[in-house]
């Protein structure tokens, strides 16, 4: 129906589409043969000046042409402040109550923080009202379309975000580097700890068992020289080295007589 309506048509065509719910995007419209016909016409070529405003300005923008522009109902009133609320979240992460209540021309902080949380709950912007500071954290916006004349602004941001990014991908790349030869190095390090406390618990194990042995062998040999005959009886190192105490010698078996008084 868009590309087939003309005239008074295509006209009534902008009106919905700028009231619609849910609608944001106009560029697709506007390149239309027949919506693009609509600025030949005297008649019409107001309606194709709105359409326009829709996809690229502003509410100040409307307030600044609406002599020359259709009136606006409440509806699309609304969208217009959603997207030059889209607008202004694009220019700065930080909205004031006091900009904002100015630029969208609301009368209190109620019906301004009602209608952000509108825009919010249709994805037009995302972030947060902070009402004791008195202002809307913005965290995300949705894009507008884009004049021919914005192109190379966005090209030349486009080319910073590239450069700052390579710079990021650049740093990061570096710092995984490093990560890895820090655990190489670590890994080889543990290796050569496991190694070395491998040898020492060998070391230790050996000259153990090393005492044992020599132990073992001075044990015998204390034993075979108890076992050893001496030449005079007896089995005793002593006996054997001929230190033994000297006997007692015999009793003669005399007796002397006691004489009896």
Known sequence: ????????????????????????????????PNIRELQKSPEHESSYALLELFAYGTYQDYKAKCANLPSLNQAQTTKLKYLTLASMATQSRILAYSTLLADLEIGTIRELEDLIIDAIYQDIVRGKLDQKEQQF??????????????????????????????????????????????????????????????AMITDIQSKSKKGR??????????MELDDMPNSGGGGTLSGFLGLGKRAKPPSTGVFRKRNRP
């Open 1 to 32: 129906m868009s590309k087939s309506a003309k005239g008074a048509a295509a006209a009534k065509l902008i009106q919905d589409v700028t009231g619609a719910n849910g609608v944001y995007v106009f560029a697709q419209l506007l390149e239309l």
């Open 137 to 198: 954290e913005v965290e995300l916006t949705m894009g507008r379309d884009l004049q021919v004349s914005q192109l190379p602004v966005l090209l030349e941001e486009l080319k910073n975000w590239s450069r700052r990014t390579a710079g990021v991908i650049g740093a990061l790349d570096k710092k995984i580097d490093a990560v890895i030869l820090e655990e190489r190095n670590a890994k080889i390090y543990m290796e050569q700890h496991e190694q070395a406390r491998e």
């Open 213 to 222: 042995m020599i132990e073992k062998e001075q044990t015998e040999d204390t």
